[in-house]
Each structure stands twice: as C-alpha cells, then as structure tokens.
C-alpha cells in the first residue's frame, strides 16, 4: 500500500511540475505591430436553401421507417 501512495504523490508532483512550466521557461514574444485587416467577399450562396434538404431528409426518414 505504501508502494502505491508514493507512486501517486510521485504521478502528482510531475503532473504539476509539467503543467507549471507548460508554456516554457522563456520570456514571452511581444511583438506590437498590427496586420491590416482584410475584408473578403461574402461567399456565394448555394443554389439549394439548405430548409428544403432537411425537409427532404425527413420526408425520406419517414418513408423509409412507414416501409418496415
């Protein structure tokens, strides 16, 4: 019993040793320039409402469970 307890505690301390120096123990990049923003145009729409594929989905569902 006194195996496993040691194991444990042993798990926990690298587990949090690991976690407390995660992100390294450099000093964090600052960089302060600032990218332009970008506007894109809108995506086109698709030529299907995408209602009437999920009404047609479950017009299908319901005719495949009326035929078992």
């Known amino acids: 019993m006194r195996i496993s307890?040691?194991?444990a505690a042993a798990?926990?301390?690298a587990v949090s040793g690991?976690?407390?120096s995660a992100g390294?123990?450099?000093e964090p990049v600052?960089?302060?320039t600032i990218a332009p923003?970008?506007?894109d145009a809108p995506a086109p729409a698709g030529s299907v409402n995408p209602g009437y594929?999920?009404?047609g989905l479950l017009a299908a569902l319901v005719v495949a469970s009326?035929?078992?």
Do not use: N
Request: net charge neutral; hydrophobic share 70%.
């Open 5 to 7: 307890t040691t194991l």
């Open 53 to 55: 594929i999920v009404l």
């Open 37 to 39: 923003i970008v506007m």
């Open 66 to 68: 009326g035929s078992f």
């Open 11 to 13: 798990a926990a301390i």
């Open 24 to 26: 390294s123990l450099a």
């Open 30 to 32: 600052r960089d302060m």
């Open 18 to 20: 690991v976690a407390a």
